[in-house]
């Protein structure tokens, strides 16, 4: 009888970790560590839970949010950062190309990864033309140097300001 009901306990708890930590892949919680990186674009309970778990036994998320990591921030705003990294690091060159011409499919796919709505994207494209000397000063540049001037650089329009969040 006492199993019965100690197992009953342990699963419950078992059950509400899980559902708590469920509900945390849905928001923005679950946005950085592994797990959010290995299950990214997967949907559904499993993928959801196995994203959770593994964030939260391989201690990732936690590491993440106080190192700054595996897409996680240190500035307060919860965001993932991972997808937008990968692309500028694949496509620095290119991106830089286009950023000065003012056209491309690559600075394209730059304001889509950023959600830069349609009737902004004439600003954008404008204003990565304009300084494209600030966001990428050097053949060399890092990509989070690439990532903090192009942030600068959008918040400084105030067309473009509402979308620095996502850089």
Known sequence: ???TIARSVATTAALAVLSMGVHAADGEV???GWGSKVFDGQSGLPAKVLAVTT????GS????I???????TQDGTVRSSWKLSSFIEGNKEKLARDMSRGSGETLDALAQIIGVESQDKAAFVRSTRENVGRIFPTADV???DVRVALRQVMADDHQLAVYMARI
């Open 1 to 3: 009888m006492i199993r």
């Open 30 to 32: 679950g946005t950085c």
């Open 55 to 58: 964030n939260g036994t391989s």
């Open 61 to 64: 998320q936690t590491f993440g």
């Open 66 to 72: 106080t190192s700054g990591t595996s897409g996680c």
């Open 142 to 144: 890092s990509v989070q």
